[in-house]
């Protein structure tokens, strides 16, 4: 008796470090989930950045060759 007393004690261990290891990879699976997200929004964000700098100088651009345009039609 003994003998499956310890092999069901160790098959009950083992189910429930089957178990934590479960609930550490789901946790692990969310966490990256979360940073993928973070990323993703990061990267927007940037893209953003970056399209309004880009609309700015553009317009900078487009005043300055219209400005050298009326000084050399003058």
Known sequence: MTQKGTALQNYNKLVKCIKELCQKQEEMCKQIQ????EKQ??????????????????????????????????
């Open 41 to 74: 929004w990061l990267q927007n964000e940037s893209s953003q950045t970056q399209l309004s700098v880009l609309k700015r100088e553009s317009g900078k651009l487009t005043k300055a060759t219209a400005q050298s345009r009326r000084e050399a039609a003058e």
């Open 34 to 37: 979360q940073e993928k997200d």
